[in-house]
């Protein structure tokens, strides 16, 4: 991260301002970083980007009370963490890095039909590859 360029959540929404994707999608971000501060009672200004003080707001939230579903509240947290990846702020998380895998790999793409138990598997492959076991 550039400590200098991103201190606070306002750095995070000048930088994809200036420098995100076009259209619809960085208007997402900018949205998403708005509403989840919205929601916590703070400005983007006052919240440090930092990833322990965000952990910190959003589990304070209680999406219902806003008349948010949890599935919009799972895509308000994922535009948030892409505009934290674009700000630098964060690394990418290696999503994707398990079906590039050449043992996980071949498996996965055998299911690709099945999203949640491609999804599941990708998790479990990737805790198995942290934890140092090879696939079998």
């Not at 009370?65 to 990846?85: I, M, R």
């Not at 793409?109 to 492959?125: V, Y």
Request: charged share 20%.
């Amino acid at each position: 991260m550039n400590e200098s360029r991103v201190g606070t959540l306002a750095d995070v929404l000048s930088l994809v301002e200036q420098v995100g994707p076009a259209g619809t999608r960085r208007r997402d971000l900018i949205s998403a970083v708005k509403r989840l501060c919205e929601m916590a009672g703070a400005v983007p200004a006052s919240v440090t980007a930092q990833p322990p003080a965000i952990r910190e707001m959003i589990g304070r939230l209680r999406p219902a009370a806003y008349g948010v579903s949890p599935k919009s509240y799972s895509n308000l947290k994922s535009l948030l963490t892409a505009a934290l990846e674009l700000a630098g702020v964060v690394d990418s998380l290696g999503r994707g890095s398990a079906r590039q895998d050449p043992q996980w790999g071949p498996l996965l793409q055998a299911i690709n039909n099945d999203q949640r138990l491609s999804n599941g598997l990708a998790a479990f492959a990737k805790l198995v590859r942290q934890a140092g076991h090879p696939a079998r």
